[in-house]
T-cell receptor, first 114, second 118 residues
């Protein structure tokens, strides 16, 4: 399809629980990006993939966050042992090549940790 | 590292009027891309316009145009004939030109909330 599909739209987790977010990029797009948008609207880059390979993971809090993009499956972002500060909207975006024309974003997953 | 600054947290404009949103950036790169994204209350991020730094001509997309001043590192967005549907957060973003070690990462400003009043 021509949209980046993110599921679920909303997710509520108790502190310490696991959260898993999914993203289906546009077919044919080689690059996938994950961003975290916190309450003050600031975007923080988390990780990017080129096909199933991690391209840049400099933004990932590695002790609790992990992500995968496997062939023929939606990409996923998993947070182990969620903390209150993980509450945010998580955006996935995809791009056909190198992003020079800008990404196409999904509609985001709002994670609330209580 | 690149930084993007949007100095206007909020702006408002009357319907049908023109408004300009400011964006400045700091980089040592000579080749890069600049973008404006719109985020309405639905929170969907929508690409409004893009500019390639090596092109001197300012980009235009219908009612949206930019004023790109490379030497001043300024990239403002002008919205003409403002419509109620233009009410949204607007984010300016920077990307190093792909290749040569670029990681294709977008660096965003903190956004400007634009309200179009009837």
């Amino acid at each position: 399809g021509e949209e980046v599909a993110q599921t679920p739209k909303h997710l509520v987790r108790g502190e310490g629980q696991k959260a898993k977010l999914y993203c289906a990029p546009i077919k044919g797009h080689s690059y996938v990006f994950w961003y975290q948008q916190v309450l003050k609207n600031e975007f923080k880059f988390l990780i990017s993939f080129q096909n199933e390979n991690v391209f840049d993971e400099t933004g990932m809090p590695k002790e609790r966050f992990s992500a995968k993009c496997l062939p023929n499956s939606p990409c996923s972002l998993e947070i182990q042992a969620t903390k209150l500060e993980d509450s945010a909207v998580y955006f996935c975006a995809s791009s056909p090549s190198q992003g020079r024309r800008g990404y196409t974003f999904g509609s985001g997953t709002r994670l609330t940790v209580v | 590292a690149q930084t993007v600054t949007q100095s206007q947290p909020e702006m408002s404009v009357q319907e049908a009027e023109t408004v300009t949103l400011s964006c400045t950036y700091d980089t040592s790169e000579s080749n890069y891309y600049l973008f404006w994204y719109k985020q309405p209350p639905s929170r969907q991020m929508i690409l409004v316009i893009r500019q390639e730094a090596y092109k001197q001509q300012n980009a235009t997309e219908n009612r949206f145009s930019v004023n790109f001043q490379k030497a001043a590192k300024s990239f403002s967005l002008k919205i003409s004939d403002s419509q109620l549907g233009d009410t949204a957060m607007y984010f300016c973003a920077f990307m190093k030109r792909p290749g040569g070690g670029s990681n294709y990462k977008l660096t965003f400003g903190k956004g400007t909330l634009l309200t179009v009043n009837p």
